[in-house]
């Protein structure tokens, strides 16, 4: 993998460059860096993953193979318009910003390069991040093996088609946070039911990880694999019934659906924020 260049110095950046390089997928001096105005945080990843910093646009651009646009949706345009003079129809563009359209992208652009839409999630920090991601109609397999083996370094990587995204965001974009929520009520029940706070959180993670691996594991459903826990009469079927007396398993599923239509209804508005203010600017 040659020269990577990030547009964006934030936690998501940095969960990359760290997978990167732990990997042995590319080396610190390939990886170039510029945020808009926070010098402390460039000097952050430079000292801790050796990476090399750049003040100017074309000293970060110069013979890049990929351009990683990790900025916020709001700053997209200005990055963008920053950027596009020294992008070339031979880089490859892959942003991280959450909502951005690959059409909005194209557009601040006006030029027929790849672009890939990538939605990985906060776990990428911890290298176990569920990636999926979206690719235009200039990008080759080359481009989205190159895109595959990045993300790859912080998780696993999906493919599907850039109006699936709201969806992954729904479901693993957010999938964290519903993961932790959980973990907050078996901590409190965990009180209820007499056990110490360290005690129960070394339980709670370790039988998060096991069901994990059992999924991951087994041909089995989870349906199939709940049943297998639930004697008849016993205190997992009890659980269970008050699971479904509360309506838990519909929360949880209007939760997803809720979010993914959030994320759809986000991305609409960032779009045509993007798309008024290119108007605008070109009446």
């Known amino acids: 993998m040659g020269k990577i260049a990030f547009i964006g110095a934030g ?25 808009r105005s926070d010098e402390k945080r460039l000097a952050y990843l430079q000292n801790n993953y050796g990476v090399t910093v750049c003040s100017s646009i074309e000293t970060l651009l110069e013979g890049a193979e990929i351009v990683v646009l990790a900025v916020k949706p709001k700053d997209v345009l200005a990055a963008v318009d920053a950027v596009k003079a020294h992008v070339t129809e031979h880089m490859l563009l892959i942003s991280v910003a959450a909502g951005v359209q690959i059409l909005s992208l194209e557009e601040i652009l006006t030029k027929k390069i790849p672009i890939i839409r990538a939605m990985p999630n906060t776990s990428a920090a911890v290298g176990k991040s569920a990636t999926a991601l979206a690719i235009n109609q200039y990008t080759q397999q080359d481009d989205l093996k190159l895109a595959r083996q990045l993300f790859e370094t912080i998780g696993s990587v999906a493919i599907v088609a850039e109006e699936q995204l709201d969806a992954v965001t729904g479901l693993s974009g957010s999938g964290p946070a519903y993961i932790y929520y959980l973990v907050e009520a078996m901590e409190k029940s965990s009180e209820k039911i007499g056990l110490d706070g360290e005690t129960a959180k070394q339980l709670i993670i370790q039988t998060l990880i096991g069901a994990a691996e059992m999924l991951s594991n087994s041909d089995k459903t989870p349906a199939v694999l709940r049943k297998e826990v639930t004697s008849p009469g016993g205190t997992t079927e009890a659980g269970i019934k008050v699971l479904e007396a509360h309506g838990v398993q519909e929360a949880l599923i209007s939760c997803i659906q809720e979010a993914a239509e959030q994320s759809k209804r986000m991305g609409l508005q960032i779009s045509q924020e993007l798309t008024e203010t290119l108007l605008h600017r070109n009446a």
């Open 11 to 35: 936690s998501m950046a940095e969960a990359i460059i760290s997978g990167l390089i732990t990997r042995g997928v590319t080396k610190p001096e390939e990886i170039h860096i510029t945020n």
